[in-house]
């Protein structure tokens, strides 16, 4: 991130570590010293990484994004005292048009975030995060701002793949199933379950990243129970954006 990271004056915060008693490496970013007592004086590094690896992934439509390729996106990240803007490079949307670029990033912002066409010969888009990075007691936290989803939506979310799978092994019609035991296999009684059940045919990757507490996107597991899945993998990413767009955790 040396290079992406400016303080609110738009000077670059160096990277800089540090040891601990035990002789723990810590990593920061540091801003030049000012007068403002509002200021941003110095960041976890790997906190502040994680949490714009996983902003970022979110505005682009992806899972998830290494901080090694943060700067392949970002072309620049301003520090403010009562925000953070975040710039991203106009190739991150694959040359498409800047008003569709920012339609597409306005479908994914939650309340309070802005997006704006960035000014300047290269078109990329400024998004503007409500957050504040708040340094207390020597730890770093993001006030306003959470680094993932909620642990509980996680597990409730990784919970229900997983009842699908079982329901559908107790009917004897999972694809894990021993082919001579499907013809004993029955049928899902009631939608509700039918829902549940459809998840065990889920894309393998999304259903990998659900299990492994990374789902690309924020969804209440009610919500994914009310609304049918659609069967074909390539419409499920664009199913459960469309789910958290409307009906985040």
């Known amino acids: 991130m040396k290079g992406l990271l400016f303080d609110a004056a738009a000077k670059p915060m160096t990277p800089s570590f540090g040891y601990g008693r035990r002789g723990r490496l810590y990593r920061y970013y540091i801003a030049p ?14 906190l502040v990484e994680a949490w714009l690896s996983q902003v970022t992934g979110r505005l682009l439509g992806v899972a998830k994004i290494c901080v090694e390729d943060l700067k392949d996106h970002i072309r620049r990240v301003e520090v403010r005292s009562d925000a953070v803007h975040l710039v991203l ?18 479908r994914r912002l939650v309340e309070g975030e802005h997006a704006v066409e960035e000014p300047g010969a290269a078109f990329g888009v400024r998004i503007i995060l409500p957050q504040r990075l708040v340094l207390r007691g020597g730890r770093c936290t993001l006030k306003g701002a959470t680094i993932a989803q909620k642990p509980a939506a996680k597990l409730a979310l990784a919970k229900l793949v997983k009842r699908g799978h079982a329901e559908l092994l107790r009917r004897k019609a999972s694809p894990f199933t021993q082919s001579g035991e499907y013809r004993h296999a029955t049928a899902p009684i009631t939608q509700h379950e039918r829902n549940i059940c459809r998840l065990a045919f889920m894309d393998p990757q999304l259903q990998r990243q659900i299990l492994q507490g990374e789902a690309p996107y924020r969804v209440k597991p009610a919500t994914v129970i009310k609304r049918p899945m659609p069967l074909a ?6 199913w459960l954006e ?8």
């Open 89 to 106: 490079h106009g190739q991150a949307f694959e040359d498409r048009r800047a008003d569709l670029a920012l339609i597409e990033i306005g």
């Open 33 to 46: 010293k000012v007068d403002d007592p509002e200021q941003i004086a110095r960041l976890s590094a790997p």
């Open 233 to 238: 993998w390539a419409d499920q990413r664009q």
């Open 242 to 249: 469309n789910l958290a767009a409307t009906d985040p955790c």
